[in-house]
């Protein structure tokens, strides 16, 4: 079982509402991720974070922000929720392995937001 | 930008059955990973095995590497319905990037 939370587990919204997706992990990991998938399909990176004070954007653009003050805390806030951003959220985390490469990811449950 | 490409996207098979999903990717990479996800929830790893590995082995699963070929493989022997999931790669190329997953393949098996 991986040390690694997600709150909360469903949000339905209206448009235009700020959010913040919470997640933490307790395993000390020092890199963190935020990924959006929509039921049945392919993952995608939104954002990630080496450690603490460092965020960088992934793959797919997004409307969101993260911050990272603490290791084991990495919140994701929209400002403006739009029905566009329904989709399935998930934070995982990994830390550095022997060879100095990135190694299993551990997931979060994951939020499926709703934006009406 | 995707990686790993799985094949079959779905695949329905008999309990006791074998199962075999194959993922292609483009780059060089340090090692690749096999995860699955039950549906709605979280990925969960299943198996890691590094570019100077052929084969590797845990309980009902079994995966190989063709670097060669830029290809992997993975085998779960007498599948059971609790196994019914969607299954994904994803490599690690060398330094500090990021995983990248594939679009994944959803086994079905039927009891």
């Known amino acids: 079982e991986a040390d690694i939370y997600q709150t909360p587990r469903y949000l339905v919204i209206g448009t235009g509402k700020k959010i913040t997706l919470e997640c933490s992990q307790t395993?000390?990991?020092?890199?963190m991720y935020w990924y959006q998938q929509d039921p049945g399909m392919e993952l995608h990176l939104i954002h990630y974070?080496?450690?603490?004070?460092?965020?960088e954007k992934g793959d797919l653009s997004s409307e969101s922000t993260v911050s990272r003050i603490r290791t084991e805390h990495f919140p994701l806030t929209l400002e403006s929720a739009r029905p566009s951003h329904t989709s399935q959220y998930l934070c995982?985390?990994?830390?550095?392995?022997?060879?100095?490469?990135?190694?299993?990811?551990?997931f979060g449950p994951g939020t499926r937001l709703t934006v009406l | 930008s995707q990686q790993g490409e799985e094949d079959p996207q779905a695949l329905s098979i008999q309990e006791g059955e074998n199962a075999t999903m194959n993922c292609s990717y483009k780059?060089?990479?340090?090692?690749l990973q096999w995860y699955r996800q039950n549906s709605g929830r979280g990925l969960v790893h299943l198996i890691l095995?590094?570019?100077?590995?052929r084969e590797k082995h845990s309980g009902r699963l079994r995966v190989t590497l063709d670097t060669s070929k830029k290809s992997s493989s993975l085998l779960i022997t007498a599948s059971r319905a609790a196994d019914t999931a969607s299954y994904f790669c994803?490599?690690?190329?060398?330094?500090?990037?990021?995983?990248?997953f594939g679009k994944g393949t959803r086994l079905s098996v039927i009891a």
């Open positions: 995982a985390s990994s830390g550095i392995g022997r060879d100095r490469v990135y190694n299993e990811q551990f």
């Open positions: 780059t060089s990479i340090n090692n």
């Open positions: 974070s080496y450690g603490v004070n460092s965020t």
């Open positions: 395993m000390g990991h020092d890199k």
């Open positions: 994803a490599t690690v190329s060398s330094g500090n990037t990021p995983l990248v």
């Open positions: 095995i590094r570019s100077n590995e």
